[in-house]
Structure formats: structure tokens, C-alpha cells
């Protein structure tokens, strides 16, 4: 069976598919104009239950809450194949490209979002492609105190059966505000880092699949540039039975900004996005001060996705990076990894209480 999971593959196209394509959408169903789900604070609604196998390949959100910083508020998860916990759960403007409670224009393979004349109510757009085998249910956690209006479409494909071999797809978001700076050697020779112990854990998963790439969001807390740690991405035999990391990682990094497939820096530019990386939210568009908490210190969300070359993992694995050269800085960081995983997934941290949520001012 033939399910064409390649992201857009145009060579693909000319392949006829066995399926039925359907929509779950927040259209009026008295038929007016009323084509929104009113989400109330504190509840939890079910947005989309979709039955038997298939394909989720799109979604689109649009609508917002007239209350600041909604994005860290409103909470998504997916569940697949009647699981007790979510395969899926991000804040909604990190789940979809944009960190820090903002919302920013950007374009990528597999996720978008487009503010036009309402910063508040930017729309969203997301092409992984999210298969199951026995029904997927998508649900919203309004955290606010006033209503989310919430503008949707699920486009998605029924099938007969999903192969055992597909995994299904995982997004999980993290924050350590601050992250806890390693102090230098008092005799002054600098911080050597050969065991990845005290890095950010972008990702630490257990079981078979495949790392797709992440979204990083840093705001700086001291005056120079944060981007100077080094990722590294440890799989399989290069973590111990404890969880630990073994030294050396099979793939090492140079620099943050490297890790997102940039050099010298992130580009300060609002247009400084791609298919596969991108800077989806410039932490300064029109400073490059490295001495004050201007510029390169402000709050930045950058991406980068593994699209055409995931990362696999057989057992498990921890994706991390160093905050600073050798750990050195104390800054507040966070990030949505994503990836595929055959089920079970090892359980999620706990998602963080609202107030802990929200970006720093």
C-alpha cells in the first residue's frame, strides 16, 4: 500500500490514490455565517474525532482570543488510536512555528503562519502528515479568561488500513526559563564540554522512529549573543540504560545558529525564511547590537526541519544543545521538537502550568 507520505513530492502527483479525502471543519452547520467553534475559558473541546484509518494531511486555523499572549494559553493535543495520552502537546503558536506567546509571518514545508491586518488573528497552517490506524481525536485547552474563537480545517484521507511500519507522528514542547549556566574552571582555562549532561533537551524519546526537526525559541537574558552552543544529537548505543548521553554524540554540531542551518549569526531580516530552516520570528529586524539586551538578545523563534533528512532512532534518543559555548549562559529557552515513533511513546514532562507559560516582558 502505497501511502505517499513525501511532503508535497510533486513526483508524486501523477500516482492514483485508493482513498476518499474528507474535511472536519467549523463551518455553520444551520447554514448562516457563523463558521467558528467558540471555545470557553477553562474548557477543554473536541474539535475533530475522526473514525477508523486514515491521513491527517492538513490543518488550518485561523480565528483568536482578544487577550494577550493566547498563543501560550491555548493548548493542542492529538491522540491516536484510542491512546490515554496525547501523541501531541504544544502550545498553539509554538505548535505552529512561533514561540513566546507572538505570532509572525513565516513559510516552510510543512508549517506557515500569516499575520495580515490583525496580529491577533493570525492564520495557521500545518502539512505533516499525521496517519492512524483506529481513529484520531484533536481537542483545544482554552487557558484564558475569555472565549477562543476557533476557525478550522482537518482535511484528511480515509483508508482501508495503515501499515504496521508507519509510525505516527509526536510534537512535544519544553521550556527551561533560565537555563542554568555551568560555572568556568577557576583557573581560568574555559569550559570544556565532553559529556552533554548539562545541555537543552530539545528531545529525549524511547522506542523506533524518526526525529523530523524543531522549533527553537531563545530570549537572551544577559547582553551578548546566546547562539554560540553547539547541538548534538545522541541515538541508540550512545545512551545508557539510565537515560545518560555517552560520549561522543554521532552527530555534533559547530553553533546555534548552525543547528538552524545559518552561519555568523541568525539574519535579523523579516524574510529570513525556508522550505527546511528558517527564522520564523527576528529577534530584532532593524538592530544588530551584541553589547546591550537589544538585537541579538531579544526574543527570537527559529526552525529547522529534517524533511529530507530524518534522523532515525531504533531504541531512543535525545536531541540537545548547549546554551551558550559549554553550557555558559543563563537565558530562557524553549522548543517544539517533532517526530514519528511506533506506539507506545514514553510519557510527556508534565505540561507546564499557564503562568509558567508565558513569555518574559
Known sequence: ????????????LPWLRHCRVRRASSYDRSGGNADRLIIQPGETECFAQLPEAGVIRHLWFGGGADEAY????????????????????????????????????????????????????????????????SG?????????????QHYF????????????????????????????????????SGIENLTGAENYVVLEAT??????????????????????????????EEIGED???????????TGTEDFMNFSYEFPVRDTAYGLYH??????????????????????????????????????RILVSCEHGHGNDRADDWSSVAYWYQLEPHAPFPEMLQMSARLPRT
Open 243 to 253: 537515560g545518560s548521553p555517552k560520549w561522543p554524540p554521532g552527530i555534533h554540531g
Open 136 to 148: 484520531a481525536r484533536l481537542e483545544l485547552v482554552n487557558e484564558c479568561s475569555v472565549p477562543y
Open 153 to 188: 480545517y482537518v482535511d484528511y484521507e480515509e483508508h482501508q488500513r495503515i501499515p504496521d511500519e508507519v509510525g505516527r507522528f509526536h510534537a512535544q514542547w519544553r521550556r527551561e526559563n533560565p537555563t542554568q549556566p555551568v560555572a568556568p574552571p577557576a583557573d581560568g
Open 278 to 315: 528558517g527564522v520564523s520570528l527576528p529577534g530584532a529586524v532593524h538592530q544588530r547590537q551584541w553589547e546591550t539586551l537589544a538585537g541579538k538578545s531579544n526574543q527570537w523563534s527559529v526552525y529547522r526541519f529534517h524533511i529530507q533528512d530524518p534522523i532515525p532512532f531504533q531504541r
Open 70 to 133: 493566547y498563543h501560550r494559553k491555548v493548548v493542542l493535543r492529538i491522540y491516536w488510536d484510542n491512546e490515554p495520552h496525547p501523541s501531541v502537546e504544544v502550545p498553539l503558536g509554538d505548535f505552529f512555528g512561533v514561540g513566546h506567546g507572538a505570532a509572525g509571518s513565516f513559510y516552510s514545508l510543512p508549517l506557515s503562519m500569516y499575520v495580515a491586518d490583525s496580529p491577533a488573528r493570525p492564520t495557521r497552517n500545518c502539512w505533516f502528515p499525521m496517519p492512524y490506524a
Open 207 to 236: 522506542g523506533r522512529g524518526q526525529y523530523v526537526g524543531c522549533v527553537l525559541s531563545v530570549q537572551g537574558l544577559s547582553p551578548g549573543w546566546w547562539g554560540e552552543g553547539d547541538d548534538m544529537v545522541f541515538a541508540d
Open 1 to 12: 500500500m502505497d501511502l505517499s507520505f513525501g511532503y508535497g513530492a510533486l513526483g508524486s
